[in-house]
């Protein structure tokens, strides 16, 4: 939803697609992931869209 407070669910999460689109959305989310590499490929890709996302927001209220 455009006001925000969506929680999406992704119980296998794989590389982390969805979690890395519900950082650029804004949405929270809970992802699961057994497998140790694809689990350190998620946090990977998550982590930096996350710092990514915060330079951009920082650099939005910059330029207002």
């Given at each position: 939803a455009p006001g925000?407070?969506?929680v999406v669910l992704d119980?296998?999460?794989g590389s982390g697609t969805t979690a890395v689109a519900c950082v650029l959305t804004g949405r929270d989310y809970v992802g699961f992931e057994v497998d140790p590499t694809?689990?350190?490929t998620a946090m990977e890709r998550v982590?930096?869209?996350e710092s990514?996302?915060?330079r951009i927001?920082?650099?939005t209220?910059?330029?207002v």
């Open positions: 925000g407070g969506d119980p296998f999460m694809y689990y350190a982590r930096s869209k990514e996302a915060v927001s920082a650099q209220k910059l330029e």
